[in-house]
């Protein structure tokens, strides 16, 4: 288990503390395990709805194989303001944390769970929380994902009809910004000009036409 050493009331938990003792553990090990578990069997794994090949999340087997995969927790039923104060910090902090080496930083991830947030209040809560902290992630080079049981209405984006961000437990998950989120931030000036700052001089050969439409001059 990692402590922030900025907070010490933040932690980061490792799988490797989930067969341990700890306060946390012993509270929230059955949504903690829970998650893991949805990660290993869905978000690494094909999906007959995805509409393209490979796994949900090209990131995740590496995140868990690799030791970068790490889980928090928010206790209570957090307002939106609660949510969005705890992010900023594991924000800072997913800042400062250091990879195994070899291990690309777009393989490390946090999910923040709100497990005692109550499935008919998570859609309200968690989507207002991404809302407002999406640019402020985004501008630092990283993306905050909103999930929860529902699933959220967002499509896929190779097929439509497919909503891909449903969770068993309500979570924000921090990663990384790659250059193939463009289509997640094209729809905001700010956030288009944040992804056309680290991204714009080698968009993925799929998305050079769609950037180029909104490239300013």
């Not at 090209?58 to 868990?64: E, F, H, I, R, V």
């Not at 998570?122 to 902290?133: F, M, N, P, R």
Request: glycine share 8%; aromatic share 8%.
């Amino acid at each position: 288990m990692l402590t922030d050493h900025t907070d010490p009331s933040r932690v980061l938990i490792e799988l490797s503390d989930l067969d341990g003792d700890d306060e946390i553990v012993k509270l929230y090990g059955e949504p903690l395990r829970h998650i893991v578990t949805w990660a290993r069997t869905y978000l690494t794994r094909p999906h007959p709805e995805l509409g393209r090949k490979g796994p949900v999340c090209p990131y995740a087997q590496t995140s868990l194989d690799k030791g970068t995969f790490y889980l928090a927790v928010c206790r209570g039923e957090p307002t939106v303001a609660d949510l969005t104060g705890l992010l900023a910090g594991y924000r800072a902090w997913f800042q400062r944390l250091v990879s195994p080496e070899g291990v690309s930083p777009q393989f490390r991830t946090i999910l923040v769970l709100v497990p005692d947030l109550p499935d008919d209040e998570a859609a309200a809560v968690i989507d207002a929380a991404q809302l407002e902290l999406k640019t402020d992630y985004v501008r630092a080079g990283l993306m905050i994902g909103e999930f929860y049981p529902g699933p959220p209405p967002k499509a896929g984006l190779w097929n439509t009809d497919f909503r891909p961000l449903g969770s068993p437990v309500p979570l924000l998950a921090i990663r990384h910004m790659v250059a193939s989120d463009f289509p997640f931030l094209k729809d905001d000036p700010e956030q288009t000009a944040a992804y056309l700052e680290r991204f714009g001089d080698r968009p993925p050969a799929v998305l050079r036409e769609a950037i180029a439409a909104v490239r300013p001059g």
